[in-house]
């Protein structure tokens, strides 16, 4: 049987059916003379549009992360805006084949270059090692200019004195200050983010309400492995973080039909851990992007957060999604637990882009079944243990301020939760959102009308104990819990009524009274002798 060519089935209906040996296409032609034209369209656009957004000001540093089943569909329109943003433009042969690069006159180019910084995939790395030199290449001769509003230029500069100052050689400093191409070390992938961003049980602290500090730490180490001349994977200590501090926006290209940026890890794994990597750095989140390259004659940006939120209204919150989902039985519910997920992951590495009425909505549909289609007995029928997770992820975003919903929707999602562990005996499950939900089902109780205490204590509790340790809701679980100790105090009488105080009083006085009556007696009895 022919092997059919690969890439979306919508834009090349060719490669349907599947189940057959797919053929690309040759990684020198990338990026086409097509993809170039469509890119500098796109990047004039995305410039004009950011500028506008941010008080008239364009990017001076732009990062893109590039990924290989990605680039085979675009066929190289991110690659070319990478080039077109510092002012290059590729050349080719006869064949379509890229054998060089052009720098283009600063005049004809009418804007001042722009720095970048490429953020390449495992897979990309292995697939295009062509064009990861030429990008290389590009950002050392631009580098090399002098001329007014050179970015590249500019920032390696401030690179370059930095490596100086923390002992590179003058070569070594040269060297590393123009490497702008990263990705992992040769034979490892991912990001490794995923698991990371679900682990909330064991984060220690928390930067401008975004996940894990020692998250975007893990992200700069797998990622900064630098590509180019010379360099070959190598890393370098604060080479990666020198780029990311310079970042002011990032970008990444959606250019199927099937997947959008909730529907794996990736997306939030690469460019969420740009933002959160920035953040970390400069405290300042860098504007993000999602362009999307469906269809190649009408290229469209969106931000981050507007492209996850027409994603969320036009599949994970659709009726018609939700049914299609239900048919499939156990497999659907396990698209449900994804959605959550993966919301999950962008809230957490760049909180900017999730809203709280995203979470209410997933509540609304999911737990309440707003539409009536009985989304929750099929989720608590079909496969409850992940409906539990669901709920747990759900519930990490009320513990940790992402989400805050009214008590009778804490309380609902507590309640579903504590059920569905209950029933499925579910193991892996994280020991904060535990806590949080008992204590939302525990509250603290109330003494009694009338109780009284019993053997003094400090300080005296009259609740009963607890099944299990609780924390209270707005606690961060990065902070150690502290007490109070209960230590016994030494037995004392009892306090008096106040009967008995009105009755000691009257005896008091009677016997004052006698006293008094007694010595007037006794003083006439003394006169009368006289």
Request: glycine share 10%.
């Amino acid at each position: 049987m022919a092997s059919p060519y690969g890439g979306d089935p919508v834009r090349n209906p060719d490669s349907l059916p599947t189940g057959r040996n797919l053929y690309g296409f040759d990684p020198s032609r990338v990026p086409t003379r097509a993809a170039w034209e469509t890119g500098v369209a796109a990047m004039d656009a995305w410039i004009a549009g950011h500028a506008k957004a941010h008080a008239g000001k364009p990017p001076e540093k732009i990062a893109f992360t590039l990924w290989a089943g990605e680039a085979s569909r675009h066929q190289g329109v991110m690659e070319s805006q990478a080039f077109y943003a510092m002012g290059v433009k590729p050349r080719w042969d006869d064949a379509g084949r890229m054998t060089g690069i052009e720098v283009l006159p600063a005049l004809a180019l009418k804007r001042p270059r722009m720095d970048v910084l490429i953020s390449v995939t495992g897979s990309y790395r292995d697939q295009f090692p062509n064009v990861m030199r030429w990008l290389d290449e590009a950002v050392q001769q631009v580098a090399a200019l002098s001329e007014p509003g050179n970015a590249v230029a500019r920032h390696s500069e401030v690179l370059a004195r930095k490596l100086r100052a923390e002992g590179a050689t003058p070569a070594e400093a040269k060297r590393w200050s123009t490497a702008r191409v990263f990705s992992n070390e040769q034979g490892s992938y991912g990001a490794g983010l995923e698991e990371a961003a679900l682990a909330s049980d064991v984060w220690t602290s928390q930067r401008r309400g975004g996940g894990d500090a020692q998250m975007a730490q893990l992200y700069m180490d797998r990622m900064g492995h630098a590509y180019g001349r010379g360099l070959d994977g190598a890393s370098r200590a604060g080479a990666y973080a020198g780029n990311l501090a310079q970042v002011d926006a990032a970008l990444m290209a959606r250019t199927s039909n099937l997947y959008g940026v909730l529907t794996s890890d990736d997306p939030f794994q690469y460019l969420g851990g740009i933002a959160q990597a920035v953040r970390q750095l400069t405290g300042k989140d860098p504007a993000l992007y999602v362009q999307n390259l469906r269809d190649g004659g009408a290229v469209r940006t969106d931000t981050a957060a507007g492209a996850i939120a027409r994603e969320m209204q036009t599949r994970y919150l659709h009726p018609q999604w939700i049914a299609a989902q239900q048919a499939e039985g156990y497999s659907g519910t396990l698209q449900v637990l994804k959605t959550a997920q993966f919301l999950w992951g962008w809230q957490v590495t760049a909180p900017g882009t999730v809203r709280q009425d995203q979470w209410q909505s997933l509540h609304e549909v999911y737990v309440r079944d707003r539409y009536g289609l009985g989304t929750r007995q099929w989720l608590e029928g079909d496969n409850r243990a992940a409906f539990a997770q669901t709920l747990e992820r759900m519930l990490d975003a009320v513990r940790l301020n992402y989400w805050k919903p009214d008590a009778a929707t804490r309380r609902e999602l507590a309640q579903a939760h504590a059920e569905a562990v209950r029933a499925t005996g579910l193991r892996e499950r994280n020991a904060a959102v535990q806590r949080f939900a008992q204590a939302e089902l525990s509250p603290p109780a109330a003494p009694p009308v009338g109780h009284k205490p019993g053997p003094s204590v400090v300080p005296v509790v009259a609740a009963p104990p607890a099944p299990a340790p609780a924390a209270a809701p707005a606690q961060d679980d990065t902070e150690p819990v502290r007490g109070l100790k209960l230590e016994p105090t030494p037995d004392r009488a009892p306090e008096p009524n106040a009967e008995t105080v009105v009755f000691r009083l009257w005896v008091a006085l009677g016997a004052a009274l006698l006293v008094a009556l007694g010595a007037l007696a006794q003083w006439r009895r003394g006169r009368a002798a006289a």
